[in-house]
């Protein structure tokens, strides 16, 4: 199993599954209906480093501001087809 | 033991009477108490849910607000054949969690008023996230229809939908539809007429929860039992309560007594997260849904989608796009729509005036004085904005149409961080720029209670078409080749003074949380005329029915003060008020007659310029304002007014929005004395640059 780390960490074109959110009750619940439920697999569309990222989960590109990103704690996952 | 799934609704009788509607009947030309069935219309932002709308009732539109909500309510007919159908075009929305005033007002809606049946409108190629909504609509007792829109798009996307197959799955009527081509609308009214209709017994499928919550809910269930009044169904109680619904828990702790409120209070207390679990479980039982009905063929090929936003989601390339986008919006607006309002101002303005003088020919001076001036001068003047603001919404709809907006807010949130907004206000101050007053009101779509107070408060120190024309013929009267130049430093010195004022509000006066920034990217789809035309017209609309109340009534009250007592506007009750003022004025280079025409400008921007004309008698020396200005007022001076008029307080329609949005005088008083404030500060600071210029 590879590390646990913030859903900002990821480079774009990798992906993770969903670990857990760091989040105080509403944010919780807007984030899960958003899809970031644990398990979910989020693959990193934008991520420049800084400002927002954009991300796609359950088939919809979500943007979310990186300190959004940063509660969101997700497992790395090797890329299958190009490994 | 407690029923774990939502218990099937007996069907009432069709077609019965709408008694919690009869106003609306009444809109329509409807016989009060007549038959006519209750359609709600649902579905995520930008999946073409007000494509269907409008396809179905045409121009039988009634846009309002939901009653003490700041929410736009869209209700309408369909009268094709048979029983009317009165449509309600729900707020977009992606889960019915109460987390914003679009999920509470629909969720209200579908318990309380009990429609008769519900359409959720889905984009066909992102079911996966569209049907999350179905996952909770289920939950409630309203028979759904599901509509699959946009197969064409899906197709090309690379995904086929078996609507018959997720139909099974579902348990509910599924209609595929393309409704920007009008296919498949028929279909969809036939199966809403039926289901209406139908005595059938409706009972979908459920997501059910995870077992470990499923025992958790049990306990729950049994505890509230006997204590949820009607309509509300203790199922759904029992899980949203699970999920941490914050207006839920409010009303259960009011229905149960305190013993067994304290038992729910310790079971929630013990599962905080269970809401992660729920919407987890809600996904599963999507993709388990899905799994038969949908066929990813070209899974893994780039969408045109993904193409535009490696581009529109740029930090630069984005940013880019957005300036050109905006330059080429103000291009039309101002090469299309400034020539268009001098036609209007021909045709509302002095030709009417030139009429009315006519044809009162042996009336008091005074009598026409009022009609020209004040109501033609006044009301007709604002009506000239006609068409810079058509274009300008046009623009704007296109934009939000097309998907393009969402991309505009994602690049503008790190700049609107750094005044403690984020992007989702981009959209609402940008409206700003046709309007502050849709500015004002827009500011709705912000969902921190925090940012959505500093949006409104901003607002106003956007520049808007009315101040941009105001700016635009004092600048080429004044500063003949440089006008550009100053035209365009005075919006930038504006739009940083916006910003700052930001930084201060945020900083000082308005600290507290920091505001969420998640916001879905719509897929990308061509834009349909008739969504952007009813676009255009509900805020025409809303724009003429101000200009003949509010504005009216406003000019004939400056009217007044600029007539009496003597019937001359240089000793008027306004006179003697600017001269009054004219100390002040003096610091930022304006003499009596422009402090007057600012002050004008509070009933309408544009304003400025027409009391100018009356108080430096143009016309009367044969020449016209902007070639008799320049022998007047000195270059330094016209810079002070300019920087004044543009940081003035917003003019009263812009006031009005902003305590009815706001719900509060001191906010709205609060702004506007920070407005005055920046204005003659920026006032005197132009002066005096102006001065050091050589523009003395």
């Known amino acids: 199993m590879s590390e646990v780390g913030p859903l900002s960490g990821l480079a774009p074109g990798q992906s993770g599954t969903v670990a857990g959110c760091r989040a105080g009750h509403g944010l919780l619940g807007r984030l899960a209906s958003m899809g970031f439920t644990p398990g979910s697999r989020v693959l990193m569309v934008n991520n420049y480093g800084h400002g927002p990222l954009l991300v796609m989960v359950h088939g919809a590109r979500i943007a979310l501001g990186r300190g959004e990103a940063a509660r969101i704690l997700v497992r790395r996952v090797e890329d299958v087809s190009h490994g | ?696």
């Open chain 2, 1 to 696: 033991m407690v029923e774990l799934k939502a218990p099937a609704r007996p069907r009432k009788a069709a077609s019965r009477p709408l008694t919690c509607c009869d106003t609306t009947l009444r809109q329509f030309g409807l016989p009060e108490g007549g038959n006519a069935v209750t359609v709600a219309l649902v579905g995520q932002p930008n999946v073409g849910k007000s494509t269907v709308f409008n396809l179905l009732t045409g121009l039988h539109q009634h846009v309002g607000n939901w009653p003490g909500k700041t929410i736009e309510q869209k209700v309408g007919l369909c009268q094709e054949e048979g029983v009317p159908l009165v449509l309600v075009d729900l707020p977009g929305t992606y889960s019915l969690t109460a987390g914003s005033e679009e999920e509470r007002v629909t969720r209200d809606f579908i318990i309380q008023q009990q429609p008769d049946v519900v359409v959720l409108v889905a984009d066909a190629s992102n079911l996966e996230r569209n049907l999350y909504l179905l996952s909770e609509l289920v939950l409630l007792p309203p028979p759904i229809v599901l509509a699959l829109n946009m197969v064409d798009v899906a197709e090309q996307n690379g995904i086929a939908v078996d609507a018959e197959a997720l139909s099974r799955a579902l348990g509910l009527s599924v209609v595929a539809m393309v409704a920007a081509k009008n296919v498949g609308v028929r279909d969809l009214l036939d199966v809403v007429e039926q289901i209406a209709c139908d005595q059938e017994v409706y009972s979908p499928a459920r997501p059910e929860l995870r077992p470990d919550h499923r025992q958790v809910l049990d306990t729950l269930l049994q505890v509230i039992e006997g204590h949820v009044p009607p309509p509300y169904q203790p199922y759904w109680v029992g899980v949203k309560l699970l999920e941490g619904d914050r207006e839920v828990t409010e009303l259960a702790r009011g229905w149960l007594p305190a013993e067994r409120w304290e038992k729910v209070h310790n079971i929630l207390f013990r599962h905080e997260d269970a809401i992660l679990d729920i919407a987890g479980g809600r996904y599963e039982w999507v993709a388990a849904v899905l799994e038969g009905a949908q066929i990813q063929h070209g899974l893994g090929q780039v969408t045109l989608t993904e193409r535009l936003d490696r581009w529109t989601t740029h930090p630069i390339w984005g940013l880019g796009i957005l300036g050109a986008a905006a330059a080429l919006m103000f291009f039309l607006v101002y090469a299309v729509g400034a020539p268009l309002q001098g036609l209007m101002e021909d045709y509302l303005v002095t030709a009417p005036a030139a009429w009315v003088t006519e044809a009162l020919q042996g009336a008091p001076g005074w009598v026409v004085s009022l009609l020209t001036d004040g109501i033609i001068g006044g009301a007709g003047t604002m009506l000239t904005f006609i068409p810079i603001l058509a274009i300008f919404f046009a623009a704007l709809g296109f934009f939000e149409d097309t998907g393009y907006m969402a991309r505009a807010a994602f690049v503008m949130d790190r700049f609107m961080h750094l005044i403690g907004l984020h992007g989702r206000s981009f959209l609402p101050l940008f409206l700003g720029f046709g309007c502050n007053v849709p500015a004002v009101m827009g500011a709705r779509i912000v969902d921190a209670p925090r940012a959505r107070l500093l949006s409104i408060l901003l607002a106003p120190l956007v520049p808007c078409t009315a101040r941009l024309g105001v700016l635009a013929t004092l600048a080429a009267a004044f500063f003949g080749p440089q006008a550009f130049v100053v035209t365009l430093t005075l919006i930038v010195v504006n739009l940083v003074v916006l910003a700052l004022l930001g930084v201060l509000l945020h900083r000082v006066v308005l600290r507290g949380e920091q505001v969420a920034f998640i916001m879905e990217l719509p897929l990308y789809h061509r834009p349909n005329l008739q969504s952007i035309g009813l676009f255009v017209w509900h805020h025409l609309k809303a724009f003429i029915v101000r200009a003949a109340t509010i504005i009216v009534g406003a000019s004939l009250v400056v009217w007044a003060l600029s007539n009496l007592p003597t019937g001359d506007i240089g000793t008027s009750y306004l006179a003697a008020f600017g001269r009054a003022l004219e100390p002040v004025g003096r610091l930022a280079g304006l003499n009596w007659e422009l402090m007057v025409a600012l002050l004008a400008s509070f009933v309408a921007k544009e304003n400025s310029l027409a009391v100018m004309g009356v108080l430096f008698g143009a016309g009367q020396s044969g020449l016209g304002l902007t070639d008799l200005l320049p022998t007047l007022i000195t270059p330094a001076s016209a810079l002070g007014f300019l920087a004044m008029q543009m940081l003035f307080i917003p003019c009263v329609a812009t006031v009005a929005a902003i305590k009815k949005e706001t719900g509060s005088w001191a906010w709205t008083l609060l702004d506007l004395g920070l407005l005055l404030v920046v204005s003659f500060a920026g006032g005197i600071i132009a002066y005096q640059v102006g001065l050091l210029l050589g523009w003395g």
